[in-house]
């Protein structure tokens, strides 16, 4: 019984998000993107294996509108998103801590998606070069890199169908 209520929940086709019970701490579209274009990196959540989340910290860059990971080819997450592409990102951001206190003021994102493998070579190879660019050190030689590696590389994307961000002040 509980397997098919999971199953049920997850496999539907729904194209409605529940709203933001906390309203007020609602960010804009434009602010969501923000923290995507900045944040470090984020938590991956796929249903795994007997309907267990498994949940995958995941460096990531951001470009027009999707979301692009590198991967090997091969693993639990992989695996979990063959059997179901629908996946939810989470990012935060750094947070500051309230002068003479213990808590943080910081800003978080979810995103819910699809997500797929990119197959083409070329545009496989431009994604990698971004995520070099974005996380590699000035001066690394990314071409190099990319001679070496990308043949070993998955590349995933993340197709944003629902995205929602929080303002959180802890107390």
Known sequence: MERE??????????????P???IKQQMTEEECLAILRSAPRGVLAVLGDGGYPYAV???FVYDGGMIFFHCAKEGHKLDAIRACDKVSFCVLSEGVKDPDSWWYHFESVVCFG????????S????????LG????PQGYDVEKDMTDNAANALVLELQIDHMSG??????
Do not use: A
């Open 5 to 18: 209520i999971i199953e049920t929940y997850f496999f539907e086709e729904k194209n409605t998000f529940r």
């Open 20 to 22: 933001m019970r906390r």
């Open 57 to 59: 910290p995941l460096d």
């Open 114 to 121: 699809r997500m797929h493998v990119v197959e083409e070579t």
């Open 123 to 130: 545009r496989k190879d431009t994604i990698l070069r971004m």
């Open 133 to 136: 660019s974005k996380y590699f």
């Open 166 to 171: 929080k303002r959180v002040r802890e107390k």
